[in-house]
């Protein structure tokens, strides 16, 4: 086959590879949001058994928190790399897009979105996950010390 038939043929199954990335996109913020869903509803119910037993001891509530901290860890490295594998696949259906003729609907590469975003634009929802796991450590931290020193 010449370059010209490639080209042809790879047109012609540009659609087809746009369907399967936007579905393998919708399925990889699916599994983001699961993830986090889980490990929020882990470290919330961490907290909470350790705010209503605050009475069962000092080793009981060290060892709730380090437990929640480890948890609220683990979120942080799924939030940072889970957005790192979205955005991955995401650039992915930004080049095919650009290849083809017609309005395009998905956003930009990463690069350039930053660069809206410094213009004013909203940022994503996921940039609100990053501080959670944080502020949850920092919830375990105080409950420890709260339970030492009370």
Known sequence: ????ADGANNDARAPEVYSALCDRVNTEIG?????NDVLLAVNVGLLALGL??????????????????????????????????LYFWENKLADLEASMPGPHVFPAHW???RDRLRQGEPRPVTTLLVPIPFLLSAL???????TFLG
């Open 1 to 4: 086959m010449t370059s010209d």
């Open 52 to 85: 209503a037993d605050i009475t069962r001891g000092p080793f009981f509530m060290l060892l709730l928190a380090t437990t929640g901290v480890v948890v609220a860890l683990l979120w942080f490295l799924v939030v940072k790399r889970g957005r790192a594998w």
């Open 140 to 146: 375990w931290v105080i409950l420890v010390v709260r």
């Open 31 to 35: 599994a983001f949001w699961q993830r």
């Open 111 to 113: 690069d350039e979105r």
